[in-house]
């Protein structure tokens, strides 16, 4: 991609932008933009997660750093969430760099539901395939068009999430535990 | 995927024994043009398992590892080869996994660094690092200057330590054998110093959320200007042994190259970046802890390839040992951790004279503390790359969910685009060369 077409993409999710302001929060490639001890936080919804990380990318954000997932289902307090966000049970965590401004953001997408699913960032950043297949190997979150969406850690046959809240940490066996209390 | 695929039901007669998998048409199945397998482990041990897959195909699926002595751990490599060269592979990881981000979830953060140490074992105090970066970030603290020059040191140190150990171990996988001894010699004399300042020769849990664990000992100015002087004339030996050697060049130039767009599009970070001359180092382009006032110049190569990625790690022991040189000069005097009360153990005599600093302490070592509600991440330069901590707390003393960004785990996705049409030996010089550290790989 060029850079004038770069350029226009920009100015076009811009102009996105401009159509829904949202309540008193600024906007940034089409996502509701916070703040996290100093880092910006970008906040789309699922459905537009793969325009949000387009736009980024064409604004210079060439790697795609990180990409993680919690699961917020036995999180006590409530989180704070700009206004217009609502909380989902998982959340995605991108986090992007632009090497030329020395920027990072930091994208949240909140997912709900028992089987939940996300668009790839595979085909911008192929360097997310590892982390994509974590996630789906953890928490059970399906990246759709994923090339390889398999376990990557867990055995092959595996069943269940471990980093789910609802998956129990499990013991091994102690051999002796069980000796007689008798002294 | 499934095993029984539709799509070669019409030659299912030619497979004969097991009708509903042909194995050359999954031989052609599995073909595209990219570098990286995707086949899942049993389809592979199918394939393999099955006389006719290589009917008319001279395409091998070979296994390589999990224990295999150029893997460094238990790293497995499915290949799939023609002749000699490698086609495609697929790196199997997990084999070390023991659930090490569940667990944090169980320890409190005074705890945590025991754990996240055990990660990457060749450089244990970057992830203490970035553990307690992280934390800090959260609880909004700011450690002393003393404690942040003693992270640098100790972190400089550990640098050369893992470079050391870089370099004993790419010897001995490209047949230098002499090498692995001497790369292990000098480590130990840096992890010599580790044992007398921290207790531990690995796994150190010195930095610790709030500062460092212990004070330097005395004397330690010494020791770190005898490791100065000693380490410079070794790495010349090195030189003479590798670097100049045309053994050497021969068997490094030119094998397993990346450019700089093929890097960053594979989130790849650290030595494997610089070596496409790309100059991204974060203690210079994101500082943290003092680096803005030490001069050390960031090392990059210009082909990619495996013989930069050796000459940038040899050189990176060279720039350590400077910023190690102007630590000593610069070191402050002060206090090695924070005077908060809520969050570092009080002194031990206070103990015996103040009922309250007996409470902290006993409640600092059982609940521990409890850490704002909120999420942040930090990132260090580790020796493999940027090494990132994703911590979320819900107001508990344990983290909620706390992620490590392990820089071998998404290094390890570049083997297969650097052995693709490469030769056999030659993977054993690449997997090398991107030095994988199972122990984070996997967590």
């Not at chain 1, 699922?46 to 980024?56: F, K, Q």
């Not at chain 1, 190997?137 to 990557?152: N, T």
């Not at chain 2, 531990?200 to 004070?215: K, S, T």
Request: aromatic share 8%.
């Amino acid at each position: 991609m060029s850079d004038d077409t770069a350029a226009e993409a920009a100015d076009d999710v811009a102009e996105a932008a401009v159509e829904d302001p949202g309540p008193e929060h600024q906007i940034r490639y089409t996502a509701i933009v916070a703040e996290s001890k100093g880092d910006v936080i970008l906040h789309p919804s699922v459905e537009t997660y793969l325009d949000t990380i387009t736009a980024a990318h064409a604004d210079g954000f060439d790697q795609l750093i990180d990409l993680t997932a919690v699961d917020y289902l036995t999180y006590a307090g409530k989180r704070a969430l700009p206004e217009g966000i609502e909380a989902g049970r998982f959340e995605v965590v991108t986090a992007l760099i632009n090497h030329q401004r020395r920027e990072r953001i930091r994208i949240r997408v909140q997912l709900g539901g028992d089987e939940p699913t996300i668009p790839t960032a595979f085909d911008l950043y192929p360097g997310a395939e590892y982390l994509e297949r974590e996630v789906y190997d953890m928490f059970g979150i399906v990246f759709a068009d994923h090339p390889d969406m398999s376990r990557v850690l867990m055995p092959e046959d595996w069943v269940g999430y471990p980093l789910r809240k609802d998956y129990a940490i499990g013991s091994i066996p102690v051999q002796f535990k069980a000796a007689s209390n008798q002294r | 995927m499934t095993i029984t695929d539709q799509e070669n039901v019409d030659g299912a007669e030619t497979a004969g024994l097991n009708p509903g998998i042909d194995g050359a048409e999954r031989v052609k199945r599995r073909g595209d043009d990219s570098a990286v397998l995707r086949l899942s482990e049993a389809e592979c041990a199918e394939i393999g398992n099955d006389p006719h897959s290589n009917a008319d195909d001279e395409r091998v699926l070979l296994n390589m590892g999990p224990s295999h002595p150029s893997t460094h751990g238990v790293l497995r490599l499915m290949l799939e080869m023609e002749g000699e060269t490698i086609l495609r592979s697929k790196p199997v990881v997990g084999y070390l996994h023991t659930g090490m981000e569940k667990q944090a979830e169980q320890l409190t953060y005074l705890q945590g660094c025991t754990n996240v140490t055990r990660m990457d074992y060749a450089s244990p105090l970057f992830t203490e690092l970035a553990f307690s970066l992280a934390t800090e970030k959260l609880l909004g603290i700011e450690v002393p200057e003393r404690a942040t020059w003693i992270r640098m040191l100790m972190c400089e140190l550990n640098r050369m330590s893992s470079h050391l150990l870089f370099m004993a171990t790419n010897g001995m996988d490209l047949g230098a054998v002499s090498m692995m001894i001497y790369g292990w010699r000098e480590r130990e004399e840096v992890l010599r110093f580790f044992e007398k300042v921290t207790g531990l020769r690995m796994n150190h849990n010195y930095i610790r959320p709030g500062g460092v664990a212990a004070d330097m000992p005395d004397g330690w100015e010494a020791d770190v200007e005898h490791l100065l002087e000693l380490i410079p004339p070794r790495l010349e030996e090195y030189d003479i042994l590798m670097t100049g050697q045309p053994i050497w060049r021969e068997r490094l130039q030119g094998v397993g190259v990346l450019n700089a767009d093929e890097a960053l599009a594979l989130s790849v970070t650290g030595p494997i970046l610089r070596s496409t001359g790309y100059a991204w180092d974060l203690r210079r382009d994101e500082p943290y802890l003092a680096y803005p006032e030490v001069d050390f110049d960031v090392i990059v190569g210009s082909y990619g390839d495996c013989y930069d990625r050796y000459a940038i790690r040899l050189n990176e022991i060279r720039e350590s040992m400077r910023i190690v040189e102007q630590i000593l000069d610069k070191m402050p005097a002060g206090d090695y951790r924070v005077q908060d009360k809520k969050v570092t153990p009080p002194p031990r005599v206070r103990i015996d004279q103040s009922m309250e600093a007996l409470i902290h302490h006993f409640k600092i070592f059982t609940e521990g503390y409890k850490v704002p509600e909120g999420e942040a991440y930090a990132c260090v330069e580790s020796p493999r790359g940027e090494l990132g901590v994703y911590m979320v707390s819900d107001g508990t003393s344990t983290p909620y969910r706390m992620h490590v960004r392990g820089p071998s785990f998404i290094n390890v996705q570049t083997m297969p685009h650097l052995m693709q049409n490469g030769l056999i030996a030659d993977g054993v010089a690449i997997i090398s060369s991107v030095d994988p550290i199972m122990g984070e790989v996997d967590r």
